[in-house]
Every structure is written in structure tokens, then in C-alpha cells.
């Protein structure tokens, strides 16, 4: 049986690499059918126990395989969508502390715009860190990476419940509102509230590149 914990270590590391290779198997094989009906699909890294109600980042030798295997589904994913012949945004997302959260992503038709604005971009001028995918980085070249900010937010209301009900202090409240790297007033039928945006890390957003070195759309 495999579990974590804070304090005891994962066991079994072989059968969690053929973890991998079924997660590669399942995920590669694009529903057109499906993608044709809704316009959208995606794949998330649904691998136990990294990814579980409480998520684990696994360590970085194991990143470096997910991540191989993502861009084998991806390039499978592509091929497919060039035989659509209509336009598409096929990505890769990667998360970066938090690598677990990374997916592929794909849209067309009605859905065709629906994740450009997903993420803020992050103004700041940062490379991508092909240091920790030091053995994937001939493959990671061929994309195009633009930098956005993993975010978390935090309604007013929410937190006032929270207060109210012994699930949040008065300082971890405070803290939460002075990190926010941006504050927004919405306003509905019931009045208005803020929203907190928390910066919890980078999302490197991956596009191929065509042979040519521009960005298949």
C-alpha cells in the first residue's frame, strides 16, 4: 500500500514509474468524437498520491518522466489536430514550484478563445527553467514558453466566513490581504466585495513551434 505523509516517505518508486507509462497510455489517445461535440479537452497528471485532495509535488527525477510523457501526448494530441484542419490552441501548462498541477490543454471551434486569458501574465522577464529539465531540454526547445502567474483567490465574503467561524485568524487574515499582488472591487445584486489575487508561482504556458521557429496557434 502506498501512502504519505509529512513525515514518512513514498515507497515503491519502480511501481510508481509504471504509473507513468499508464497515465501515457490512457491520456494519449485524443476523443476527436468527443473534442468535436465540446470543443475542449484536457488532461490533468491524475497520478496517486502526488495528485490526491492534498497535493504532492513528486521530486524532480520524476518530474523530468512526466514531463517527457507530456510532451509525447501533446505531439500525439498535434498530430490529430492538424487533421482537423481548423485553427486550434493546443498547450502544455506547466507549473512551476507546483509541477503536479501541470496539464495539457486543447480547444477549438466555439472554444477556440476560451483560455486566453486564463492566467495574468507575469510582467516580470524570467528564462524558463530548462535547469530542472536539464535532460529534456533539446525537446523543451521546440516550444515557445510564455510566462503567467499561478494564482490564488481569496473572496472577502469567504474570509469573513472563515473569521466567523474559527477557520481563520485575525493575522493569518491580514496576512492573506498584504499578500496580494492585486486587489479587485466587483460589484453584484447584493453589493459590492474585494477579491484577493495571492501569487503562488509560475505557469510556463507551451506552444510547438513550426519548423520555422514561429508558433503554431
Known sequence: MFYYSKKKKIRGWKRQKRKIERWKQ???????????????EY????????????????????????LDAMIEVYL??????????????????????????????VAYRDCFDCYNKAFKIREENKEFPFNKFHSLRDKLEEFQWDLHIETDYYDENELNEWLEEGGLTEKEMSKIKGKAYETIKFENEFGGFLQYSLDKGDIWIGTLKKKDNTVIV
Open 26 to 40: 490512457n491520456a494519449i489517445n485524443l476523443d476527436i468524437h468527443y473534442l468535436r461535440n465540446y470543443h475542449r
Open 76 to 105: 500525439e494530441w498535434h498530430q490529430k489536430m492538424m487533421d482537423e484542419n481548423e485553427e486550434f490552441y493546443l498547450k502544455i501548462w506547466l507549473y512551476d514550484p507546483n509541477f503536479i498541477n501541470s496539464q495539457i490543454v
Open 43 to 66: 488532461e490533468k497528471l491524475w497520478i496517486h498520491p502526488f495528485y490526491a485532495w492534498v497535493r504532492k509535488n513528486p521530486p524532480n527525477w520524476y518530474n523530468q518522466l512526466l
